[in-house]
């Protein structure tokens, strides 16, 4: 036998002696009862053969075990139990598998389903999502990965931004010690020092293990300044919180406030224009050309910028960069007046990623106070999903929020504006809002629970989306959709994050500078919600020459409208249309008017329910 088929031989043998080695029983096995499901945890198997576990379960009080399921190397598992599951009592045994070996069972562990509250609903909700920046977070990095069904070593800026916040959460509650949150936001800040940036500012996505960029298209491959002030806004919150006079947290904030010093924001005005912008590309330059201009996502970039100590930019940029344009938007969906941003109010996460810290409550700028546009658009989405103008499977009161997520045909950004609607509901659109409409979004948590949740909820909480008409749940959880239910929740539980991130000295200086006023608008009175419908007029006031007059209509329900125009002595000058059959949504149409003076006129529309609204109508 000649020497190298000797050693090959011995090569096979010991791989065969070490796929066939029995792996040792589970270890730290806990069983914890909730309303619909039973969740089960335990230490990972130290053998590095594992390749996943079985679950056994009992209904007898462990006279006999039957299998469940089989997972994978994640030490974590869900036995779904429904609505008959309160005070419904199982028993569970764990064994480890290394190929077709399998070990011996762990202990038995019990628990037993319980009826809960809204209160515990929300703290099940946030625990288990913390679980995707805890349990899942990059292990060498400790920042959070783009996406659970991606490349595992692909970890987000932004997200990761979102994540510790979730870190911090998980401290406050003591879902983990004090000390661990400290380690780990440690192992995230050292690693932040040196991964790639560009004049200080962090790439949309990078490697976790080594800290290179990692593309996010062709030219971008370099400094995204959103995703940066999305991370910037959850350092800020730690370096506030993490704040007891210890080496290891005084060595943390030391090394955050590094960070946010060296963001050269005034270098992401393009040769110091007067608006910033989003990339820039040590090897492409200013090729992405996104200049940020809003409303979306990224209010807290001008805010940031105007907030940093060492590379500000003027508060000015404010007015002439974010707010520049066609920013405002008087229209009025559902009764409610969206402000600013696109036709609706633009997919949900608008109203979530800028406001994880920053708190928008009691203030306003030239435009309006955020908190009451954000409170808005909910308001519109949900209005939107009970009048469910293309009939989608599922929509319903309890069954709304549009947002960008993933979607049966690939990721995709989803909103009211009927093109972009295509019957994908994710559940972080309405969970987010909770501050801002918690009635209905709490009607919506128990709903993605307690009647979506055997498809719905898995180890991280509830998936990114699903959409009925398809019969499609996402198999996935993205961190910046994660982020949002935990810090959002808290926000509406505590406030914890908007008072640890607007208590830095640099924030209220910046918002003055802006221009951001006291304001303590009052609830809006919705006519939609009393009579079912809404309408905006355009223009108003109208040219004396121009004979044409748009309505936008917002339905909530199917009626029959008529419409005339009035002279301010209530005489019937015109009538536009009489008993139309109106179907639920949001539509504009054009009407023509015959001849009207210069003057102030009135225009009356109503239902058949006695529902009348009437609007000044101004002809110059």
């Given amino acids: 036998m000649t020497k190298a088929r000797f050693t090959l031989l011995a090569l096979l043998f010991a791989n065969t002696c070490t796929e066939a080695q029995t792996p040792s029983a589970p270890g730290g096995v806990a069983a914890t009862g909730y309303e619909q499901h039973i969740e089960l945890t335990w230490q990972p198997n130290a053998e590095p053969n594992v390749t996943g576990y079985k679950i056994y379960r009992s209904v007898n009080g462990g006279a006999s075990f039957e299998f469940l399921k089989q997972v994978g190397k994640e030490p974590i598992a869900t036995d779904w139990t429904g609505d008959e599951g309160q005070n419904l009592s199982r028993k569970y045994k764990i064994a480890a598998l290394a190929g077709a070996s399998e070990s011996a069972s762990s202990n038995e562990v019990a628990a037993t389903t319980q009826a809960m509250s809204d209160e515990e609903l929300l703290e099940m909700t946030q625990r288990a999502t913390f679980r995707y920046f805890w349990d899942y977070g990059h292990p060498v990095s400790g920042l959070a990965r783009e996406r659970s069904n991606g490349d595992p070593n692909v970890?987000?800026?932004?997200?990761?931004?979102?994540?510790?916040?979730?870190?911090?959460?998980?401290?406050?509650?003591?879902?983990?010690?004090?000390?661990?949150?400290?380690?780990?936001?440690?192992?995230?800040?050292?690693?932040l020092q040196f991964a790639d940036r560009f004049h200080g500012v962090f790439p949309h996505w990078m490697n976790g293990t080594n800290g290179n960029v990692v593309p996010f298209s062709q030219y971008d491959n370099g400094g995204d300044l959103v995703e940066t002030a999305f991370l910037m806004q959850g350092l800020l919150a730690a370096r506030e919180y993490f704040d007891q006079n210890t080496p290891l947290e005084s060595a943390l904030r030391d090394v955050i406030t590094g960070l946010w010093e060296e963001v050269e924001w005034d270098w992401y005005r393009k040769n110091n224009s007067g608006v910033l912008y989003w990339h820039w590309s040590p090897n492409y330059g200013w090729q992405m050309n996104f200049a940020l201009r809003g409303f979306y996502e990224?209010?807290?970039?001008?805010?940031?910028?105007?907030a940093s100590p060492t590379h500000p930019v003027p508060a000015s940029l404010y007015q002439t960069g974010w707010t520049s344009g066609n920013y405002a938007n008087n229209s009025i969906h559902f009764g409610h007046k969206i402000y600013c941003g696109p036709f609706g109010g633009g997919p949900m996460?608008?109203?979530?990623?800028?406001?994880?810290?920053?708190?928008?409550?009691?203030?306003?700028?030239a435009f309006c106070n955020y908190f009451v546009r954000n409170r808005n658009h909910a308001l519109i989405q949900h209005a939107y999903s009970i009048a469910n103008p293309k009939n989608h499977q599922g929509y319903s009161a309890d069954c709304w929020g549009l947002t960008s997520c993933d979607g049966p045909n690939g990721y995709s950004a989803h909103d009211i504006y009927p093109s972009n609607d295509d019957g994908t509901i994710s559940p972080t659109a309405a969970l987010s809002s909770m501050p801002y409409a918690p009635q209905e979004c709490l009607a919506a948590l128990r709903h993605f629970y307690r009647v979506r949740g055997e498809r719905l909820w898995s180890?991280?909480?509830?998936?990114?989306?699903?959409?009925?008409?398809?019969?499609?749940?996402?198999?996935?959880?993205?961190?910046?959709?994660?982020?949002?239910?935990?810090?959002?929740?808290?926000?509406?539980?505590?406030?914890?994050?908007?008072?640890?991130?607007?208590?830095?000295?640099?924030?209220?200086?910046?918002?003055?500078?802006?221009?951001?006023?006291?304001?303590?608008?009052?609830?809006?009175?919705?006519?939609?919600?009393?009579?079912?419908?809404?309408?905006?007029?355009?223009?108003?006031?109208?040219?004396?020459?121009?004979?044409?007059?748009?309505?936008?209509?917002?339905?909530?329900?199917?009626?029959?409208?008529?419409?005339?125009?009035?002279?301010?002595?209530?005489?019937?000058?015109?009538?536009?249309?009489?008993?139309?059959?109106?179907?639920?949504?949001?539509f504009q149409e054009q009407v023509r008017l015959q001849n009207l003076p210069r003057g102030v006129f009135l225009l009356e529309i109503k239902n058949e329910m006695g529902g009348v609204m009437a609007k000044k109508l101004v002809v110059e």
Avoid at 155 to 175: K, L
Avoid at 181 to 191: K, L, P, T
Avoid at 349 to 365: C, I, M, Q, T, V
Avoid at 539 to 565: D, G, M, R, T, Y
């Fill in 459 to 586: 180890s991280y909480g509830f998936l990114d989306a699903f959409n009925l008409n398809q019969n499609w749940f996402a198999p996935s959880y993205l961190a910046i959709d994660q982020g949002p239910i935990v810090a959002m929740i808290e926000n509406y539980r505590t406030g914890l994050l908007w008072q640890l991130f607007m208590q830095n000295p640099e924030i209220a200086p910046a918002l003055q500078a802006i221009g951001f006023q006291a304001d303590s608008s009052p609830a809006e009175e919705v006519f939609v919600e009393k009579h079912g419908f809404d309408a905006l007029v355009f223009p108003n006031p109208l040219p004396a020459n121009n004979a044409v007059l748009n309505l936008e209509f917002s339905i909530l329900k199917k009626q029959v409208l008529s419409a005339q125009i009035l002279d301010l002595e209530g005489r019937v000058l015109q009538t536009l249309f009489r008993d139309r059959a109106m179907n639920a949504g949001v």
């Fill in 155 to 191: 970890v987000t800026t932004g997200g990761s931004g979102f994540g510790i916040m979730a870190i911090i959460v998980g401290a406050e509650r003591g879902w983990v010690t004090r000390e661990a949150a400290v380690d780990r936001m440690i192992q995230i800040a050292s690693f």
């Fill in 349 to 365: 996460f608008f109203a979530h990623y800028s406001y994880l810290g920053f708190d928008p409550r009691g203030k306003k700028d």
């Fill in 298 to 306: 990224a209010q807290i970039v001008y805010i940031l910028a105007a």
